[in-house]
């Protein structure tokens, strides 16, 4: 149970802290989209606005006595020809400081606009061979400058500028992004007119936070024409409602986790009650079984053993009445040699030839037939006697034995058998039911034979060893083989390969228990080309 309670408990915290970092991770991300949406618009707007004014800068430098004026440093003729255009332009963009011309030295020549200080233009450096656009930065002022140079006849004349206050791309980032910005020189205090801005970082992505709210810092750097970038924009986003949302998830998963935990104490209280009294009851019952189960082992083993001698006494009455059936094949030549020689001396004594001679030797015949009879019997009786022992036997006679009850049979049914010895082979065991064995898949194979109507039947018996030095018995025929699947459901009891009013199903039965129990041999069954093949290993 404490177990349990310590796992749940570490599971819910896995979860808790999953759930943070999950919506942690959300808000890192909404954060990350939000700063590159910010840079992104700024620096859209400084492409447009450079695009824009390089357009305008070439339209007025080509309009008509622009470059002439310039040419000849004619001020008043280039303010007079630029004044129109200025006050559109100035219309368009309130954030727009001035239109300047400079000749090819870079000197000033003229102006439209806010009127330069000495540290607001640059006069010392060089005109760039082509168009340029970027910050210009002195103390305490900072410009977007696109720069033009004017060339008559692919010669430098002078240099045609716009100046456009840094507040203009303040205005179009906060116009988009809905955040207040404000612009801050390198080494200027930050002195924010709003109270919430106090104690607030410039660092670029630090959250900060003040009594209200939480708040994170982006920042952009207003990128320099001579490399000395000194002034940067400052966006605050208010962030308080993505920490409360953060705090909403640990508490929200917090009391998910509390809630489950109550539910699992409920059904563990319950389950552990069921379980407690399903095992007192498993233990009665456990109880009981153990004091009956010896027993029921005996009364199973009772009866699977008067199963076993109850299909062994099928068997044997089976193989008896089979037997009955080869003693009439038996006895039907030395019956009819018996009643010939009676009609035989009936006719003589009748015929008044029957000489004492004749009498000796026809009586004499005729015990020889009645002792073939009586041996006849004392075969068939002694096959039946059970085996009380084991003994030393010769395997090739005892198949031989068997093969001598059945084989007047076989020739009354013109069924051919032939034995195949490699040599002699001794054995110990139980010779009359390893014979019983024998005679029943001979009898089972001679049935099929003539169930099936086969020309030419043949049973084929071979007696050797295999390439492992065990004692081998085949008995093939040519019956077309056996056609239940699987084909090892033979050796079951009640399944039999003939005909229902023919077949008992157990002698195969009998006959592998006899060869596997008695024998410590194996009997199996397959089908060869032209029939079925009963193999036997010992």
Known sequence: MIFVLMLFIA??????????????????????????????????????????????????????????????????????????????????????????????????????????????????????SAPQSGFFFSKHYAAYHVVVPVYKDSKLIG????????????????????????????????????????????????????????????????????????????????????????LDAIYEAFFVALGMMAVLLIILNYGFNVLIKRLEESEASLRHLNHTLEDRVNEEIQCRIQNEQLLMHQSRLASMGEMIGNIAHQWRQPLTELGATLMNLQMLWDLKKLTNEIFLERIKHSENLIAYMSKTIDDFRNFFTSDNRKEHYCLNDIIKKAVDLIKSALKNHHIRLTIEEESIYQLEGYPSQFAQAILNIISNAKDILLERHIKEPHIHIFIGKSSEEHLIVRIEDNGGGIFIEPIDRIFEPYVSTKHAKSGTGIGLYMSKTIIEKNAQGTLKAYNTTVGACFEIIL
Not at 53 to 72: E, F, P, Q
Not at 159 to 178: D, H
């Open 11 to 128: 599971m819910a915290s896995i979860f808790c802290w999953m759930r943070y970092f999950d919506v942690k991770e959300s808000i890192e991300k909404s954060r990350k989209d939000y700063s590159l949406q910010i840079h992104s618009l700024y620096q859209t707007s400084l492409e447009r606005t450079s695009s824009f004014y390089l357009n305008r800068a070439n339209a007025n430098i080509d309009s008509y006595g622009i470059k002439d004026a310039l040419l000849i440093k004619d001020v008043k003729q280039l303010l007079e020809l630029s004044t129109f255009r200025w006050k559109v332009l100035q219309q368009e963009n309130p954030f727009l400081l001035g239109i300047r011309f400079y000749d090819e030295q870079r000197k000033l020549l003229a102006h439209l606009g806010k009127e330069p200080s000495k540290n607001e233009i640059d006069e010392e450096g060089i005109i760039p």
């Open 159 to 246: 240099m045609f500028e716009f100046a456009i206050a840094p507040e203009y791309f303040l205005n179009e980032v906060e116009e988009f992004s809905g955040l207040k910005g404000y612009m801050l020189f390198k080494g200027e205090s930050f002195n924010a007119n709003d109270d919430f801005l106090t104690s607030i970082s410039l660092q670029n992505g630090v959250i900060s936070q003040n009594k209200q709210n939480t708040y994170i810092t982006h920042v952009i750097t207003l990128e320099s024409l001579l490399g000395n970038n000194l002034a940067h924009l400052y966006f605050f986003q208010d962030i308080s409602h993505q920490q409360q949302k953060l």
